[in-house]
């Protein structure tokens, strides 16, 4: 089992990025994936979380209106469409699948899109914005 995510770099506040998840190994299509991130010395949060057959798209508040999740499952592959960015937004990002279908529903319990509890997890791609 691999993901593989991709698609990280410098930009200008007000930058674009797009990143990308490659999944193999595994029923990609079969669960959700979320995208998280984690900024030097603070805690790793949640971002965007898409479901598999119904793709329900959850994100955070600081997120919303600038970033965008999809995914192509005849693709076995995860984005993350990133607008307007601040330097906020500066962190590794780490996409993850395995576990859920659904973002807020797991093994019989309706929690947080943000619940980390994934089995497989990318490497993560670095987002850095300057100011």
């Known amino acids: 089992v691999q993901l593989q995510a991709s698609g990280g770099g410098l930009v200008q506040t007000g930058g674009s990025l797009n990143l990308s998840c490659v999944a193999s190994?595994?029923?990609?299509?079969?669960?959700?994936v979320g995208w998280f991130r984690q900024a030097p010395g603070k805690a790793r949060e949640g971002v965007a979380c898409?479901?598999?057959?119904?793709?329900?798209?959850f994100y955070v508040d600081s997120v919303k209106g600038r970033f965008s999740i999809s995914r192509d499952n005849a693709k076995n592959t995860a984005y993350l469409e990133m607008k307007d960015l601040k330097p906020e937004d500066t962190a590794i990002y780490y996409c993850a699948s395995g576990s859920r279908r659904l973002c807020t529903y797991s093994h019989g319990v309706y929690h947080s899109p943000w619940r980390d509890e994934y089995d497989f997890w990318g490497q993560g791609t670095q987002v850095t914005v300057s100011s």
């Open positions: 190994g595994y029923s990609f299509d079969y669960y959700a």
């Open positions: 898409i479901g598999s057959s119904d793709p329900s798209t």
